[in-house]
């Protein structure tokens, strides 16, 4: 796939009780289970889609901002996106914007990732 100015991939995906259960043991915590998705769980979904789906293999991570607009309430489908804002294939880089939001439109993270692809004529 040629990498244009637009391309949008995005993942669905609920984390379950169960889940925040798992993240707060692995983070050290057995006892302060997260009522509400914690945030490095957000941008491990921008992680994926950067590594796997949009650019994909070989992708870089050279730069990520992230601002949390609202809760992430547990068990609601969240829907996260990556979409190229700019190409600089002189420099091997590709701007993109990353949102994710609730099922009902509700923007609950929205940001910029900055990564360097090797070929940028092609994802």
Do not use: W
């Not at 070989?58 to 996106?81: H, I």
């Not at 804002?85 to 880089?93: A, D, G, M, S, V």
């Amino acid at each position: 796939m040629t990498l244009e100015l637009g391309n949008r991939s995005e993942l669905t995906r609920s984390y379950t009780v169960q889940d925040m259960k798992d993240f707060a043991l692995l983070a050290g915590e057995d006892t302060s289970v997260p009522e509400t998705v914690p945030g490095p769980l957000i941008g491990g979904l921008f992680s994926y889609l950067l590594g796997v789906k949009l650019p994909g293999r070989g992708t870089n991570y050279l730069k990520q901002s992230l601002e949390f607009l609202a809760p992430a309430p547990v068990g609601e489908p969240l829907t996260a996106s990556v979409t190229i804002t700019r190409l600089r294939p002189e420099k091997h880089l590709v701007d993109l914007e990353t949102i994710c939001q609730t099922s009902d439109g509700t923007r609950v993270c929205q940001g910029r990732a900055l990564v360097y692809v090797e070929d940028v004529g092609k994802g």
